[in-house]
């Protein structure tokens, strides 16, 4: 390991000093991607800033009508968040089959969604819930949907000098189903993973998400096939028809857990799988 | 707060206050390990996918591997030295030991601090939560199931009223049968207390370390930087060494014949993996060196691959030795197949392919070496000393005897431990620095460099009567054996004797090729190309069962070799046959799981279930060849007996029963035994760890040990045949005594009154046992073994046929194991064997630059296994001590056959390719809806 500086600031403030001085810094949270990484040699700074004791990073909290997810949170502690587990209880089921409990009480839901892994477990849920990240930076801060949050595997919109602060989710309206298809039970990636909430109104689909993972260069939403949805009462056809869309929309690669071709297939029925068990 | 390397943390390390200074990035199991001298924390990934690091940090299971030290502040943490206080074992650790949960050990410190996390929460969970705090760990050994019983079992509170009775085995003592009973395991304490040394947890403190540099390329030829040039740019770097260093013979393997696979390569390279150059220095600069830095420069040839690529004739062969890459053929020949099938009824046939499988033992290659003298001691995990040592005296050009192998604890080894790895390597260094050198592979080396599972692409066909009373069987199989011979002509000439399965079959033809390709060596892995060639017999015996509208267990049971029965080299069954009683053992839960899987998919559109079985036979010992064990027992002047183990225990338990049969034999309690574990200075050879072979053959050499020691005894004591023994061991000062009874009455041998021999023992014994075989003809007619285990297993799985996913239910295993010599233990070997089992069946699939590390070879977790009903049938073998022979590998073999048939049974659809994994499954499902 080559020499590297180490700060660990107890403030926000602190840290978007720091970026600013040394853009180039890496921020570690749990630190289980950039252990990892600094072993493989694919990540080497020269300056690494720890998250640890900034606390302004976490905790999750209600304000007004919407829920503040900071983004320092460890997975585990999702999982063990009694109102997590009242308001969105399919986010606190993908924290759930991340990893282990192991990596699971290390890595946060920040670094889970700035390493930009398109199968990470947790972004589809979120984009499902419509959260949007919470930005800030030396010049200011900005609230950008997590849609429009990721630009490619490992690369997101953050800029130099600004870090993820925290999510904010609105009042969850509907329920969120949340599937990892994965081979193995414990310790695997995600082949594919697929979040879809909806809200309905005497049988109508008032408002439809279908987010999808590993599906694509970044973790996606499946807009036509929410479009598809809204304003149609759920019978089987739609509900197959909405699989066959969200399968059209997204464009998976071949890869050691599955060629692309399974992967479209697979959209298509956990997609109309979550659909059934929301009806 | 800026901190230029290190910082200063403190935290709260099993109770006690540690403030050190340290990289803040430093990985904590680092710290554990080498800076505080902790080595119970095993590391097996050093990537946070296998889970051994687990420790509990302020309560929680983490992985040490993936935990920086800055993050530690002002944390508490546990580890499992942490565990049992004042040498008292915590609830947890008692009942692991008390389950027999740990076999070789590795996975157990970090299944503890996993489940002891749980138990701090939780103090009564339930099975699921309990899979769930485990689901971070793996274990290759035990397939999880006692584990998961232990810590249920710690949970519960009646099982505190029995722990008095675990910690304190006096109870035992006074038990002089120690064969048959669940005796707890000899080396257990060290298991689970973290006390137990692996490769990686010892060295003398000024080693050098030393790391191999390995080729990125299947195929190349390579110049490197003089290696002068390299030592000046790095003056942490002792030396570099090359092909040209090796001292004696730059190639081993394992044949006497065949030594074709270089230390370090020289100038050309056959695999992506293979060892171009040694790195020996300190270990941040061994570390850090890189290619640029070492001048490498390859020129990169198009490889040879698959068994496709082997046999087309259209580059130039692997090894300029051998033209057509056919290393080796194997040949069988009963009576006349052809006429037989134009007889038979009913003919079916198949092709089958699997791919290349990884041990996954959680240990990587690990250990030292040093000269003594003008000797070289090499301390590493094997699971073959004697032959170690041999292979390690050619390459160095030394005698035998001048090569000493002292083993450590093995952490899992299923046939990969059986190569040479880091020993030459460790051996050339250490001789020529005159200095000691360590060395521990890393997860992704141990993977690239290692021997795997034969990949095989066979066909087979198999002929019956109307009846149902197999006629005819006929097999040929191609095995990629990779770049090398390692195991390849074992593999070659074991599969034609057992492909036709335990079955009486008129009529055999097996003709069997090992190919060398480009790719990594296949060698020796639980079952030398059977568990792949049963694929196929299996197969067939279902497709037969079907066309006959015979019961596919039935159909099993008629076709059954019986006692009296001829295989198909045509050797006479004597003994110990207990195929019949296995398969019938099964019969009312096939009955019944067929019965419900039907009644589940009436009701079920898209998940379908389904049961299928498998048979084993495999024979206890090598093919044809003497392999002879030697044991030897010895009583010191104290009292102190000794059991001078030779063969390895790799975690199935050899230094347990070897003691147990040992005991018997001699007359004395097993719990009065100690043991010394394969060192070649102390102990004789007893072979191999491989070919299912120590229990029968090791454990007869034991009995026979027990019984001269014995003899001795009784003629010294003038007593009569029968007479009880009873040894007083006490501290040196009053010297022990062997009080020897019989009817007459009793004679005391005061110890101290015999003359010692050097090594301090004053009464001795010694045992040899080597199995009867006779060659095989040029047919492959013969009695290649002494004695066969026999088996069966059924499985039940449920099939999501939308998404091609399969879950094995449950699994039930007969074995004939002649003589359970310890339950505990073959239950264990078994539902182990089933974990591996499912995962050649299901997952497990290794790739060459894709699936090198333990995230993307995926090996089943605690989540994945089925509820294991393990039934032992006991027919003796007349030959095996007290009646046992082996079990090793007959507990894999049946496993992924019984998993195919029961897909088969739920979706009607046969899959042909190893692994099934989700999309092959998937595929195939489709295919046969547009048929």
């Given at each position: 390991?080559?020499?590297?500086e180490?700060?660990?600031?107890d403030?926000?403030?602190?840290?978007?000093?720091?970026?600013?001085?040394?853009p180039?810094?890496?921020?570690?949270?749990g630190g289980?991607d950039?252990?990892?990484?600094m072993?493989?040699?694919?990540?080497?700074?020269d300056?690494?800033?720890?998250?640890?004791?900034?606390?302004?990073l976490?905790?999750?909290?209600?304000?007004k009508?919407?829920?503040?997810?900071g983004?320092g949170m460890?997975?585990?502690?999702?999982?063990?968040?009694?109102?997590?587990?009242?308001?969105f209880p399919?986010?606190v089921y993908?924290?759930?089959?991340?990893?282990?409990e192991q990596?699971?009480?290390?890595a946060t839901?920040?670094?889970?969604?700035?390493?930009?892994?398109?199968?990470?477990?947790?972004?589809?849920?979120?984009l499902?819930?419509?959260?949007?990240?919470?930005?800030?930076?030396?010049?200011?801060?900005r609230?950008?949907?997590?849609?429009?949050?990721?630009?490619g595997?490992?690369?997101?919109?953050?800029k130099?000098?600004?870090?993820?602060?925290?999510?904010?989710?609105?009042?969850?309206?509907?329920?969120?189903?949340?599937s990892?298809?994965?081979p193995r039970?414990?310790?695997?990636l995600?082949?594919?993973?697929?979040?879809?909430?909806?809200?309905k109104?005497?049988?109508?689909v008032r408002e439809?998400?279908?987010?999808?993972?590993?599906?694509?260069?970044?973790?996606?939403?499946?807009?036509?096939?929410?479009?598809?949805?809204?304003?149609?009462?759920?019978?089987?056809k739609?509900?197959?028809?909405?699989?066959?869309m969200?399968?059209?929309?997204?464009?998976p690669?071949?890869?050691?857990?599955?060629?692309?071709?399974?992967?479209?297939r697979?959209?298509?029925?956990h997609?109309?799988?979550?659909?059934?068990?929301?009806? | 707060?800026s901190?230029?390397?290190k910082?200063?943390v403190?935290?709260t390390l099993?109770?006690?206050?540690?403030?050190?200074t340290?990289?803040?990035l430093?990985r904590?199991?680092d710290i554990?390990?080498e800076?505080?001298g902790?080595?119970?924390?095993?590391?097996?990934?050093?990537?946070g996918?296998?889970?051994?690091?687990?420790?509990?940090?302020?309560?929680k299971?983490?992985?040490a591997?993936?935990?920086?030290?800055?993050?530690?502040?002002?944390?508490?943490?546990r580890?499992?030295?942490?565990l049992?206080?004042?040498?008292?074992l915590?609830?947890?650790?008692?009942?692991f030991?008390?389950?027999?949960?740990?076999?070789?050990?590795?996975?157990t410190p970090g299944?503890?601090?996993a489940?002891?996390?749980?138990?701090?929460?939780?103090?009564?969970?339930?099975?699921?939560?309990?899979?769930?705090?485990?689901g971070?760990?793996?274990c290759?050994?035990?397939?999880?199931?006692k584990?998961?019983q232990?810590?249920?079992?710690a949970?519960?509170?009646?099982?505190?009223?029995?722990?008095?009775?675990?910690?304190?085995?006096?109870?035992e003592i006074?038990?002089?049968?120690?064969?048959?009973?669940?005796?707890l395991?000899?080396?257990?304490?060290?298991k689970?207390?973290?006390?137990?040394?692996?490769?990686?947890?010892?060295?003398?403190?000024?080693?050098?370390?030393?790391?191999?540099?390995r080729?990125p390329?299947?195929?190349?030829?390579?110049?490197?930087?003089?290696?002068?040039?390299?030592?000046k740019?790095?003056?942490?770097?002792?030396?570099?060494?090359?092909?040209?260093?090796?001292?004696?013979?730059n190639?081993?393997?394992?044949?006497?014949h065949?030594?074709d696979?270089p230390?370090?390569?020289?100038?050309?390279?056959?695999?992506?993996?293979?060892?171009?150059l040694?790195?020996v220095g300190?270990?941040e600069?061994?570390?850090?060196?890189?290619?640029d830095?070492?001048?490498?420069?390859?020129?990169?040839?198009?490889?040879?691959?698959?068994?496709?690529?082997?046999?087309?004739?259209?580059?130039?062969?692997?090894?300029?030795?051998?033209?057509?890459?056919?290393?080796?053929?194997?040949?069988?020949?009963?009576?006349?197949?052809?006429?037989?099938?134009?007889?038979?009824?009913?003919?079916?046939e198949?092709?089958?392919?699997?791919?290349?499988?990884e041990?996954?033992?959680i240990e990587?290659?690990?250990?030292?070496?040093?000269?003594?003298?003008q000797?070289?001691?090499?301390?590493?995990c094997?699971?073959?000393p004697?032959?170690?040592?041999?292979?390690v005296?050619?390459?160095m050009?030394?005698?035998?005897k001048?090569?000493?192998?002292?083993p450590?604890?093995?952490?899992g080894?299923?046939?990969g431990?059986?190569?040479?790895?880091?020993?030459?390597?460790?051996?050339?260094?250490a001789?020529i620095l005159?200095?000691?050198?360590?060395c521990?592979?890393?997860?992704?080396?141990?993977?690239a460099?290692?021997t795997?599972?034969?990949?095989v692409?066979?066909?087979?066909?198999a002929?019956?009567?109307?009846?149902?009373?197999?006629?005819?069987?006929?097999?040929?199989?191609?095995?990629?054996?990779?770049?090398y011979?390692?195991?390849?002509p074992?593999?070659?000439?074991?599969?034609?004797?057992?492909?036709s399965?335990?079955?009486?079959?008129?009529?055999?033809?097996?003709k069997?090729?090992?190919?060398?390709?480009?790719?990594?060596?296949?060698?020796?892995?639980?079952?030398?190309?059977?568990?792949?060639g049963?694929?196929?017999?299996e197969?067939?015996?279902?497709?037969?069962?079907?066309?006959?509208?015979i019961?596919?267990?039935?159909f099993?049971?008629?076709?059954?070799?019986?006692?009296?029965?001829r295989?198909?080299?045509?050797?006479?069954?004597?003994?110990?046959v207990?195929?019949?009683?296995?398969?019938?053992?099964?019969?009312?839960?096939?009955?019944?799981?067929?019965?419900?899987?039907?009644?589940?998919?009436?009701n079920?559109?898209?998940k379908?279930?389904g049961?299928?079985?498998?048979?084993?036979?495999?024979?206890c010992?090598?093919?044809?060849?003497?392999?002879?064990?030697?044991?030897?027992?010895?009583?010191?002047?104290?009292?102190k007996?000794t059991?001078y183990?030779?063969?390895?225990?790799?975690?199935?338990?050899?230094?347990?029963?070897?003691?147990?049969?040992?005991?018997?034999?001699?007359?004395?309690p097993?719990?009065?035994f100690?043991?010394v574990?394969?060192?070649t200075?102390?102990?004789?050879?007893?072979g191999k760890t491989?070919?299912?072979?120590?229990?029968?053959?090791?454990?007869?050499?034991?009995?026979?040990a027990g019984?001269?020691?014995?003899?001795?005894i009784?003629?010294?004591?003038?007593a009569a045949?029968?007479?009880?023994l009873?040894?007083e061991?006490t501290?040196?000062?009053?010297?022990?005594?062997?009080?020897?009874?019989?009817?007459t009455?009793s004679?005391?041998?005061i110890?101290?009154?015999?003359?010692?021999?050097?090594n301090?023992?004053v009464?001795?014994?010694?045992g040899?046992?080597?199995?009867?075989?006779?060659?095989?003809?040029?047919?492959?007619?013969?009695?290649p073994?002494?004695?066969?285990?026999?088996?069966?297993?059924i499985?039940?799985?449920?099939?999501?046929?939308?998404l091609?996913?399969?879950?094995?239910?449950?699994?039930?295993a007969?074995h004939?194991?002649g003589?359970?010599?310890n339950p505990?233990?073959?239950?264990?070997q078994?539902?182990g064997?089933?974990a591996?089992?499912?995962?050649m069946?299901?997952?497990?699939?290794?790739?060459?630059g894709?699936?090198?590390n333990?995230?993307?070879?995926?090996?089943?977790?605690?989540?994945d296994?089925?509820?294991?009903?393990?039934?032992?049938?006991e027919?003796?073998?007349?030959?095996g001590?007290?009646?046992?022979?082996g079990?090793?590998?007959?507990?894999?073999?049946?496993?992924?056959p019984?998993?195919?048939?029961?897909?088969?049974q739920?979706?009607?659809v046969?899959?042909?390719?190893?692994?099934?994994?989700p999309?092959?499954?998937?595929?195939?499902?489709?295919?046969?809806?547009?048929?």
């Amino acid at each position: 390991m080559k020499p590297f500086e180490h700060f660990a600031p107890d403030s926000v403030g602190e840290v978007l000093d720091l970026l600013q001085s040394i853009p180039k810094a890496k921020l570690i949270a749990g630190g289980t991607d950039l252990l990892l990484q600094m072993k493989q040699g694919s990540a080497q700074p020269d300056t690494v800033i720890s998250l640890k004791n900034v606390e302004e990073l976490r905790g999750f909290a209600t304000r007004k009508a919407r829920f503040r997810l900071g983004a320092g949170m460890t997975l585990r502690g999702i999982t063990r968040s009694p109102e997590l587990k009242k308001h969105f209880p399919g986010l606190v089921y993908a924290a759930s089959v991340v990893a282990s409990e192991q990596i699971r009480s290390l890595a946060t839901v920040g670094g889970n969604i700035c390493n930009a892994s398109p199968s990470a477990d947790l972004i589809p849920p979120l984009l499902a819930l419509d959260a949007v990240a919470h930005i800030v930076s030396r010049d200011g801060q900005r609230d950008i949907p997590l849609a429009d949050f990721f630009k490619g595997p490992g690369k997101t919109i953050l800029k130099s000098g600004e870090i993820l602060l925290s999510l904010f989710l609105p009042q969850p309206s509907g329920n969120m189903f949340y599937s990892k298809h994965a081979p193995r039970q414990f310790m695997d990636l995600a082949v594919v993973g697929v979040a879809v909430r909806l809200q309905k109104n005497q049988g109508m689909v008032r408002e439809a998400r279908v987010a999808l993972g590993a599906v694509g260069p970044t973790p996606l939403r499946a807009k036509k096939t929410e479009a598809l949805l809204t304003g149609k009462t759920l019978t089987p056809k739609l509900m197959l028809e909405a699989g066959e869309m969200a399968a059209d929309e997204c464009s998976p690669i071949d890869d050691i857990r599955g060629s692309a071709w399974y992967r479209k297939r697979m959209i298509k029925i956990h997609v109309r799988r979550n659909l059934e068990a929301l009806l | 707060m800026s901190i230029t390397e290190k910082t200063s943390v403190s935290f709260t390390l099993n109770g006690t206050h540690h403030t050190i200074t340290v990289n803040p990035l430093r990985r904590f199991s680092d710290i554990l390990r080498e800076d505080l001298g902790l080595t119970g924390t095993k590391v097996g990934c050093d990537a946070g996918d296998c889970g051994a690091c687990t420790i509990q940090v302020d309560g929680k299971q983490r992985y040490a591997c993936l935990t920086a030290a800055a993050q530690l502040k002002g944390c508490n943490v546990r580890t499992v030295e942490g565990l049992s206080s004042n040498g008292n074992l915590s609830t947890l650790q008692l009942a692991f030991l008390d389950e027999g949960a740990a076999q070789c050990g590795i996975c157990t410190p970090g299944m503890l601090m996993a489940a002891q996390s749980l138990l701090d929460q939780t103090p009564n969970p339930s099975e699921p939560q309990v899979l769930d705090a485990l689901g971070g760990v793996l274990c290759r050994c035990t397939g999880y199931t006692k584990i998961v019983q232990a810590v249920l079992k710690a949970g519960q509170s009646s099982f505190s009223q029995t722990i008095t009775e675990i910690e304190n085995p006096s109870s035992e003592i006074n038990r002089q049968k120690s064969v048959g009973t669940r005796m707890l395991k000899v080396d257990g304490y060290k298991k689970i207390t973290g006390e137990e040394i692996f490769g990686a947890d010892n060295a003398p403190e000024n080693s050098l370390w030393l790391r191999a540099v390995r080729s990125p390329h299947a195929r190349a030829t390579f110049t490197h930087a003089d290696p002068e040039t390299v030592l000046k740019k790095f003056p942490g770097l002792v030396r570099v060494l090359t092909a040209d260093d090796v001292p004696g013979n730059n190639g081993f393997g394992i044949y006497p014949h065949i030594k074709d696979q270089p230390v370090l390569a020289k100038n050309h390279v056959r695999f992506r993996g293979e060892a171009v150059l040694a790195l020996v220095g300190d270990r941040e600069s061994v570390e850090s060196v890189t290619e640029d830095d070492l001048g490498l420069k390859w020129e990169v040839l198009e490889a040879v691959r698959g068994w496709k690529g082997a046999l087309s004739g259209k580059l130039e062969p692997v090894q300029s030795e051998v033209p057509d890459n056919v290393l080796a053929r194997g040949f069988l020949k009963k009576n006349d197949v052809e006429m037989a099938f134009s007889e038979s009824d009913i003919v079916v046939e198949g092709k089958w392919t699997t791919s290349a499988v990884e041990h996954g033992y959680i240990e990587p290659e690990a250990g030292y070496a040093r000269k003594v003298g003008q000797r070289l001691e090499i301390f590493v995990c094997t699971q073959t000393p004697y032959m170690d040592r041999d292979e390690v005296a050619q390459v160095m050009g030394l005698e035998p005897k001048q090569i000493r192998i002292i083993p450590s604890a093995v952490g899992g080894g299923f046939g990969g431990k059986l190569d040479l790895s880091l020993q030459p390597l460790v051996a050339i260094a250490a001789w020529i620095l005159e200095r000691p050198v360590r060395c521990i592979y890393t997860r992704p080396e141990s993977l690239a460099s290692t021997t795997k599972r034969h990949p095989v692409s066979m066909s087979a066909k198999a002929g019956c009567n109307r009846d149902g009373k197999l006629t005819a069987f006929e097999y040929h199989g191609d095995f990629n054996t990779g770049a090398y011979a390692s195991w390849g002509p074992t593999v070659a000439d074991r599969v034609p004797i057992h492909c036709s399965g335990p079955y009486l079959v008129p009529s055999v033809l097996a003709k069997t090729r090992a190919l060398l390709t480009n790719e990594s060596p296949s060698g020796a892995f639980r079952g030398f190309g059977v568990p792949q060639g049963s694929i196929a017999s299996e197969a067939l015996m279902d497709d037969l069962a079907e066309k006959t509208e015979i019961d596919p267990l039935e159909f099993r049971i008629r076709n059954a070799l019986r006692k009296g029965d001829r295989t198909a080299t045509s050797q006479l069954l004597e003994n110990s046959v207990g195929q019949v009683e296995c398969l019938e053992a099964l019969q009312s839960h096939w009955q019944i799981w067929r019965k419900e899987a039907g009644v589940f998919n009436q009701n079920s559109t898209h998940k379908k279930r389904g049961v299928g079985c498998g048979s084993v036979w495999y024979g206890c010992g090598n093919t044809s060849l003497s392999n002879p064990s030697t044991m030897q027992v010895g009583i010191n002047a104290d009292g102190k007996i000794t059991l001078y183990n030779g063969a390895m225990d790799i975690g199935q338990g050899a230094n347990t029963i070897m003691i147990q049969i040992c005991a018997d034999a001699l007359g004395l309690p097993a719990t009065q035994f100690e043991y010394v574990m394969g060192d070649t200075d102390l102990t004789a050879d007893a072979g191999k760890t491989s070919a299912s072979r120590q229990a029968f053959v090791s454990g007869k050499a034991a009995q026979l040990a027990g019984e001269n020691l014995r003899a001795k005894i009784i003629l010294l004591a003038e007593a009569a045949e029968n007479a009880t023994l009873c040894l007083e061991q006490t501290d040196s000062s009053s010297g022990g005594k062997l009080i020897v009874a019989d009817k007459t009455g009793s004679q005391e041998i005061i110890l101290a009154d015999i003359l010692p021999l050097a090594n301090g023992d004053v009464l001795t014994g010694e045992g040899t046992f080597d199995p009867p075989t006779t060659p095989l003809d040029e047919n492959g007619q013969g009695s290649p073994y002494a004695t066969y285990g026999f088996g069966a297993h059924i499985a039940e799985v449920e099939v999501d046929t939308l998404l091609g996913t399969t879950k094995v239910l449950r699994l039930a295993a007969a074995h004939d194991v002649g003589k359970a010599i310890n339950p505990t233990q073959l239950e264990g070997q078994i539902q182990g064997g089933i974990a591996q089992g499912l995962g050649m069946a299901l997952m497990e699939e290794y790739i060459q630059g894709v699936s090198e590390n333990l995230h993307d070879y995926l090996m089943p977790t605690v989540g994945d296994m089925p509820e294991i009903k393990v039934i032992l049938i006991e027919d003796q073998e007349p030959l095996g001590p007290f009646g046992a022979k082996g079990i090793g590998e007959h507990a894999l073999i049946p496993t992924a056959p019984a998993i195919l048939g029961a897909i088969k049974q739920a979706t009607g659809v046969s899959i042909n390719h190893l692994p099934v994994t989700p999309d092959r499954l998937y595929t195939a499902l489709r295919e046969a809806e547009n048929k």
